[in-house]
């Protein structure tokens, strides 16, 4: 992704900032992100947790009619992801200390893994939910 | 480039004469006040999407089955679909949000919310039906 690792300088060449609340959409200060960061590491903290949760309950709680224990593997592979997704909030937030600003933003390969990895857990689920109803 | 090529947000496309044909649009570091909002946004679609997985395992294997064959999943799975979906299409539209922001273009429109509660509607809809026609039957 060419777009997400672009490390030009801040903002546009005019030395001036967009989106801000002069009459024609910039800044002329570079804008600080303030708590901004704060929030991102904290939805990164929830995410993590939202999946740790569900990967317990459906470990622990969801009981399949079936011999092998399929919802041990989903519910562990949900843990990991869990795990995975926390970690990542975490290297997030290194990302955003470093070099002393709060500047650094997610890149895709980053992302990515989360959501594909939410989006096999749905398909697991699916397939699960669709040949093997409790 | 040079910097009488530069488009920004409020100058009209074009306002200095005929443009070269550009191989790549000029980008820009956005306000990282706007980046972190759109990681929060995904991390939010992906908490939905995780929701609405769960709540659909939920229906089709804890809950008592309905006297309609079939009813647990008629409601269980357009939910864990719907996640799936919610999972894939969002981090596409982050995608898209963080390249509109780079390149100074408005923010492209998804039709996610839309069809989020299009579904989660229709399925709470058929919920209640279910729900009183078992409850007239027992």
């Known amino acids: ?134 | 480039m040079s910097v009488a090529d530069e488009q920004h947000p409020g100058t009209a496309p074009g306002a200095e004469g005929p443009q070269p044909p550009a191989t790549e649009p000029e980008e820009y570091e956005p306000d990282p006040r706007f980046s972190y909002a759109n990681e929060r946004t995904f991390l939010a679609w992906m908490r939905t999407a995780l929701g609405l997985i769960t709540a659909g395992l939920a229906i089709t294997q804890l809950l008592p089955p309905f006297d309609m064959p079939g009813g647990r999943r008629l409601i269980g799975l357009p939910l864990i679909a719907m996640g799936t979906i919610i999972a894939v299409v969002s981090l596409r539209n982050w995608m898209a949000n963080e390249r509109a922001m780079r390149r100074g273009l408005p923010l492209p429109r998804s039709p996610l919310p839309r069809i989020t509660a299009v579904v989660v509607t229709i399925v709470a809809v058929i919920g209640v039906i279910l729900v009183i026609v078992e409850g007239k039957g027992s």
């Not at chain 1, 801000?20 to 991102?40: I, M, N, Q, W, Y």
Request: proline letters at 8%.
């Open chain 1, 1 to 134: 992704m060419s777009d997400d690792d672009a490390s030009g300088p801040y903002g546009p060449p005019d030395g001036r900032f967009p989106y801000g609340p002069s009459a024609d959409g910039f800044l002329e200060e570079a804008p600080t992100p303030g708590l901004a960061g704060e929030r991102t590491d904290l939805a990164w903290n929830r995410s993590g947790l939202a999946l740790l949760a569900c990967g317990i309950a459906v470990a622990k709680g969801l009981k399949f009619p079936i011999e092998e224990p399929a919802h041990v593997v989903i519910g562990v592979t949900i843990l990991v992801l869990g795990v995975f997704t926390w970690f990542m909030g975490q290297w997030e937030a290194r990302k955003r200390r470093r070099n002393g600003h709060d500047r650094e933003v997610a890149s895709f390969s980053d992302l990515a893994p989360v959501a594909y990895g939410t989006a096999a857990v749905g398909a697991a689920a699916f397939v699960l939910a669709l040949f093997f109803p409790g």
